[in-house]
T-cell receptor, first 108, second 114 residues
Framework: KNEVEQSPQNLTAQEGEFITINCSYSVGISALHWLQQHPGGGIVSLFMLSSGKKKHGRLIATINIQEKHSSLHITASHPRDSAVYICAVRKTGNQFYFGTGTSLTVIP | KAGVTQTPRYLIKTRGQQVTLSCSPISGHRSVSWYQQTPGQGLQFLFEYFSETQRNKGNFPGRFSGRQFSNSRSEMNVSTLELGDSALYLC?????????????FGQGTRLTVV
């Protein structure tokens, strides 16, 4: 069983829709990252969370440490948000374990 | 300041050859970790270095090795390449190898083994 489970695997939305991607993990962590990867591109870290909630523009990320769950929300989605979103948990040091990713397509 | 730099960006090698990939962390960062991304397995941890010492190693064969230099730049080497080694190799750097420090990822090196 993967230590990090992400859902959904694929998501198609109309422009303007509110989007939620979920991440559950089964191990103790020091932090959780939400990552974005465009096709053929490298990875960008959107958020690092160890508790609570963070907001950056139209993106909101929350984490519940007790329930071992995190969510990434995108408000007013736009076609340029189309990418793969990956949940990554940091156990110790700089060692990450990753979810399988959510492929998001936003249709104009 | 400059981000994490990985070189080369793209590489084509033949089965049986060896390859060396480079990762230059953000200035001042001392921790570097490496990951392999394949369509079938997703992102998997290879190894982590801090101050020239390997701290952790993932579940990969001995053909995969790495090192870190005194300037924190890191290299990974894959010997006797196999077709299944074709992947995107990513590195991440952070200031220290501990809690509370954000990690930054490079653009990756896409390795194709033919």
């Amino acid at each position: 069983k993967n230590e990090v489970e992400q859902s959904p695997q694929n998501l198609t939305a109309q422009e303007g829709e509110f989007i939620t991607i979920n991440c559950s993990y089964s191990v103790g962590i020091s932090a959780l990252h939400w990552l974005q990867q465009h096709p053929g591109g490298g990875i960008v870290s959107l958020f690092m969370l160890s508790s609570g909630k963070k907001k950056h523009g139209r993106l909101i990320a929350t984490i519940n440490i007790q329930e071992k769950h995190s969510s990434l929300h995108i408000t007013a989605s736009h076609p340029r948000d189309s990418a793969v979103y990956i949940c990554a948990v940091r156990k110790t040091g700089n060692q990450f374990y990753f979810g399988t990713g959510t492929s998001l397509t936003v249709i104009p | 300041k400059a981000g994490v730099t990985q070189t080369p960006r793209y590489l084509i090698k033949t089965r049986g050859q060896q390859v060396t990939l480079s990762c230059s962390p953000i200035s001042g960062h001392r921790s570097v970790s490496w990951y392999q991304q394949t369509p079938g397995q997703g992102l998997q941890f290879l190894f982590e270095y801090f101050s020239e010492t390997q701290r952790n190693k993932g579940n990969f064969p001995g053909r995969f090795s790495g090192r870190q230099f005194s300037n924190s730049r890191s290299e990974m080497n894959v010997s006797t390449l196999e077709l299944g080694d074709s992947a995107l190799y990513l590195c991440a750097s952070s200031f220290r190898a501990g809690d509370g420090t954000e990690a930054f990822f490079g653009q990756g090196t896409r390795l194709t083994v033919v």
